[in-house]
């Protein structure tokens, strides 16, 4: 894949966040439309472009990061759903996208009921992360760098379930007035989960979304944000982008389907930063 331009790549490869093991990131913003998936797609393509091995894990029921990365619903024999309920393995639901070096683990409907499900089952808030686990000591898992789980726009079982299995969470936060109103539920609900059920959780980063620099309502709540969660946000903000909305339907990344576009390279600053981040969080805990 070529590289966006005025992107700098040099140096960047970084590997996972524990010893030999990939680092779990989930995205998560109990609000849909603020682009959860849409940097799921992107930033596992980003990471995947430099060389990382990356898998993005679809929990969302819509499927939509399924779909955007090229894989239908008559191509998805095995699903989160299987490696919830125990049925699967996250190795035998792998597949492998269009993009080098990412795979995925598809989502199906099934997942709408899975809740209801889950809830006859022994430490129903651990399947993924045991599934996870399992996977991560593996192998197959210590070959990749990342995981990335996207998670329905809900704070539901499923979110829980992604809490759970992760090392961190990437938040999304569209640049709109209700922005840091979704922010101060999420945070309290992270809380909850590091008190309860994974003391090891933290906010990785948050990443400002659909920014529009003709809106003076963008500058002000992006100010806002960094006002008030200071280093946790990044840099890197993602535009509204007419290329990025367009690249789902044609079931490709943005990255693929149009590498020079504005979206494209923001994407690519921030698995840029996003590598550095983790770097340095690395040598923190070293």
């Not at 894949?1 to 913003?29: F, H, I, K, Y």
């Not at 779909?67 to 095995?78: K, N």
Request: negative net charge; aromatic residues 4%; glycine residues 8%.
């Amino acid at each position: 894949m070529t590289q966006p331009d005025s992107v700098d790549l040099s140096s960047l490869r970084a590997g996972g966040g524990r010893e030999g093991q990939p680092r779990v990131l989930v995205l998560a913003n109990q609000k849909g439309g603020v682009g959860k998936t849409t940097t799921a797609i992107n930033l596992g393509t980003a990471l995947a472009a430099v060389g990382e091995r990356v898998l993005v894990v679809d929990l969302d029921p819509q499927g939509n990061a399924s779909t955007g990365l090229g894989v239908d619903r008559t191509s998805r024999p095995v699903s989160a759903y299987d490696v919830l309920v125990g049925e699967a393995s996250i190795e035998e639901a792998l597949i492998d996208t269009a993009v080098p070096g990412l795979s995925l683990v598809a989502s199906s409907m099934d997942l709408l009921g899975a809740e209801l499900e889950l809830a006859d089952f022994d430490h129903r808030s651990h399947r993924l992360s045991d599934a996870l686990a399992a996977f991560t000591s593996s192998d197959a898992g210590r070959a990749f760098s990342y995981v990335l789980v996207d998670c329905p726009p809900s704070l539901n079982l499923l979110t829980i379930n992604a809490m759970v299995a992760a090392d961190a969470i990437l938040v999304p936060l569209q640049c709109e007035f209700f922005a840091l109103e979704g922010l101060s539920q999420l945070l309290r609900t992270v809380e909850r989960v590091k008190t309860s059920l994974n003391p090891d959780l933290e906010i990785q980063g948050i990443v400002l979304t659909m920014f529009d620099k003709r809106n003076n309502l963008s500058d002000q709540v992006a100010a806002d944000v960094r006002d008030y969660m200071g280093d946790k946000v990044y840099r890197t903000v993602i535009p509204r982008n007419v290329r990025i909305s367009e690249a789902p339907s044609f079931g490709k990344p943005a990255l693929v389907y149009d590498y020079k576009c504005a979206g494209s390279k923001a994407y690519m600053r921030l698995a840029s930063e996003l590598i550095q981040r983790e770097r340095t969080i690395r040598q923190a805990a070293a």
